[in-house]
């Protein structure tokens, strides 16, 4: 049984759609990345999920369970984080995790180290005893995080974990994330920051005006759209003469290039990678510093699909 | 393993007092009440005797201060789970609504007696000091309270399960002390109709019962006048209350959507 299954789930808010027949499955152990662009219906589906809204036709389940009927089953294996969460102002870090504990029955002796650990893996120790009123948003980002983490759930439903996080609390949410991967854990992670989903998840599903559009591993969506970027950077800048060369390639779709940088839209696979690097050098005489993959072909993805 | 209900609730409750406590909201409460009490005993010194004293004291201060206490601690509640968000944490955690509701409400009902139990206690203080006794009908007095304490909760329970946090406030207050007085006076002297189904009709029960005049109902050349509520009847009005609104209360609060 998968743990995480909506089946033509469909929301109307008075007149507007906000997800049409949404059917999908989340495979035990997988990280899918839930795409689209604002508006498109990922925070509604999550909600949903999380037994927060209900909706107007379809179903969900979570381990088995309908959230919007039965919560106490449906989200007891689940971390739920949903947009930027707020906390009550008068409460400080270790209150709202001993709360959340509690409400999930995690006994005392056990709930003082785990508030401990999971305070040092969220890097908010020195912020135990603040209230919550004075965090900013990224700390309030670390603080519903590492509730969600408090119980060690195996699914895990993320709506924009790494919302208001600076550059360093990316990096280290991805890495969680990669963690939670390997420990085996669900994930289901709605996120507009396709680098973190390419790099961490290994499916994406992609939704558009309340429409599921797409729903793939992320390597079969690259040979979906049978393309990816090339990144090729040059110690000077290439002449037209070359350029023409490039164009002529059998592999290459298309091209562009500004200063010491081309980037080649190539249609193949790492056999025919290596080739090209070899053309470039050999035959073409270009001078390549570096050359590699680009994280921008599940952009021109999602960007092809969402236009469409 | 996911606690029963029961002890959620009861989680419920602790956390609710202790966020009461530390935004000193139960201390600015306690205040007031205690400050208005004695203002209101000293002001009374001047009655005759201690029934006279109790049956005055027990009309005034218990009326407004218990409508003043169930709404502030109540008013926003859980249209603030809604309204600032913070339903986004405790709705996605295993925990039904019905507990939520439960919990809270507890810990309201907590709060309003010990603020109710410093009204009477102020109340009885003043009474034995002046007077050098104290009529046992305080007692019944104060489970009236209680009974009409819980009654303004859950009707402010429900107005905050419906609506926004100051929206829930302004009409769980206004409805209370303006709009069912004026009516309950209305239905009276224009249309000569008992309101024995207004809550602050029956709250009249509250001060009456320290001592009820010999008759409930007298004929006047305009009309009947009605001494006091019945006590019956008005018990009776201020559990249905309680009943109505709650469940309406938790229903609403079910339905209603982290949007």
Partial sequence: MEPVVTENLTKYYGKLLALDNLTMKIRKGSCVGFLGPNGAGKSTTIKILCGLIYPSKGEAHVNGFNPSREPRNALEDVGCIVEVPDFYPQFNALDVLRYYGKIRGISDPELGKKVKEILELAGLSKWAKTKTSKFSRGMKQRLGVAQVLLHDPSILILDEPALGLDPRGIVEMRNLLKEMIKQGKTIFLASHMLYEVQEVCDAVALINKGKLSVYDKVENLEKLFKAQIIEVDLLNPPTSKQLKKVKKLESVKSYSAEKNRIKINFDGDKVAQAKLLRVLVEDIGLQVASFRPSAAALEELYLHLVEE | ?259
Avoid: H
Wanted: hydrophobic share 55%; aromatic share 12%.
């Fill in chain 2, 1 to 259: 393993m996911i606690p029963s209900s029961l002890k959620q609730a009861v989680t419920v409750m602790r956390y609710e007092l202790w966020r009461a406590t530390k935004n000193l909201r139960l201390i600015g409460l306690l205040i007031l009440v205690a400050v208005f009490s004695v203002l209101a005993a000293k002001g009374l010194e001047g009655a005759g005797n201690a029934t006279a004293f109790g049956k005055e004291f027990f009309t005034v201060a218990p009326f407004l201060l218990i409508v003043i206490v169930g709404v502030w601690l109540g008013g926003d509640i859980l249209a603030s789970e809604f309204e600032r968000k913070t339903g986004y944490m405790l709705f996605a955690n295993p925990i039904k609504r019905v507990t939520v509701v439960a919990g809270k409400f507890m810990a309201c009902f907590v709060s309003t007696l010990l603020l109710i139990s410093v009204i009477y206690l102020i109340g009885t203080i003043f009474t034995l000091n002046n007077y050098g006794w104290a009529p046992p009908t305080i007692l019944g007095s104060f489970g009236l309270a209680v009974l009409y304490g819980c009654a303004v909760l859950s009707l402010t329970f429900l107005f905050s399960s419906i609506l926004g946090v100051a929206g829930a406030t302004v009409i769980s207050f206004s409805t209370l002390i303006v709009i069912m007085p004026i009516l309950g006076a209305l239905l009276l002297s224009k249309v000569g109709v008992e309101p024995w189904f207004l809550l602050m009709y029956s709250a009249g029960t509250i001060g009456a019962y320290i001592d009820p005049p010999a008759q409930r109902i007298v004929s006047t050349p305009t009309g009947t006048s009605y001494a006091y509520p019945d006590f019956t009847v008005s018990a009776l009005v201020i559990i249905a209350y309680i009943l109505v609104s709650l469940i309406l209360c938790i229903i609403a609060t079910k339905r209603r959507e982290m949007r």
